[in-house]
T-cell receptor, first 114, second 110 residues
């Protein structure tokens, strides 16, 4: 139980375009989801906390206008990287907090901006 | 959340026990010790967590010292698929976020 499905697993986009990443909780309702970013050989860095029905909370240094987060339902949160540039190339991972279970993570999305 | 210190890397022979240490000398009384692992290019996977008692599940055992300033994750019979980065995280249960350090890169070799 407590599975988070993340899509796409890999995406390549041209510089200046936008990319949407979806994170779905398959067998539970997630009022709160988290978005992380991981650069090569580095640890996961929390980008933002996504709350269902309200605005996301961004960590310091993360541009909210560039990384748009929508959490319109209890089972879906999306991260849109707007006007992507090569420096946005990274591994993006979503996570959800599950009562009495802890945290469960998606499988990640490898974004490459060319 | 209390800061943790882990070795950068460790090696283990397949079939042997892997013992991964973690120091958390500033841990508070209401903070739990969590262990996650991340296999290359995948999302982190929950392994185990505990407060002060030793814990065991189908994946691993967690040994927490009596003063709670350190802990050890034990994989009793490591396999090649256990090669991953292992993260020790200390946090208050119910608090909203997980903060990842650099973890320990465990390499299991044949």
């Amino acid at each position: 139980g407590a599975v988070v499905s993340q899509h796409p697993s890999r995406v390549i986009c041209k510089s200046g375009t936008s990319v949407k990443i979806e994170c779905r909780s398959l067998d539970f309702q997630a009022t709160t989801m988290f978005w992380y970013r991981q650069f090569p050989k580095q640890s996961l860095m929390l980008m933002a906390t996504s709350n269902e029905g309200s605005k996301a909370t961004y960590e310091q240094g993360v541009e909210k206008d560039k990384f748009l987060i929508n959490h319109a339902s209890l089972t879906l949160s999306t991260l849109t990287v707007t006007s992507a540039h090569p420096e946005d190339s990274s591994f993006y991972i979503c996570s959800a907090s599950v009562t009495n279970y802890g945290y469960t993570f998606g499988s990640g999305t490898r974004l490459t901006v060319v | 959340d209390a800061k943790t210190t882990q070795p950068t890397s460790m090696d283990c022979a397949e079939g042997r026990a892997a013992n991964l240490p973690c120091n958390h000398s500033t841990i508070s009384g209401n903070e739990y010790v969590y262990w996650y692992r991340q296999i290359h290019s995948q999302g982190p996977q929950y392994i185990i967590h505990g407060l002060k008692n030793n814990e065991t599940n189908e994946m691993a055992s967690l040994i927490i010292t009596e003063d709670r300033k350190s802990s050890t994750l034990i994989l009793p019979h490591a396999t090649l698929r256990d090669t991953a980065v292992y993260y020790c995280i200390v946090r208050v249960e119910g608090y909203s976020t997980l903060t990842f350090g650099k973890g320990t890169m465990l390499l299991v070799s044949p």
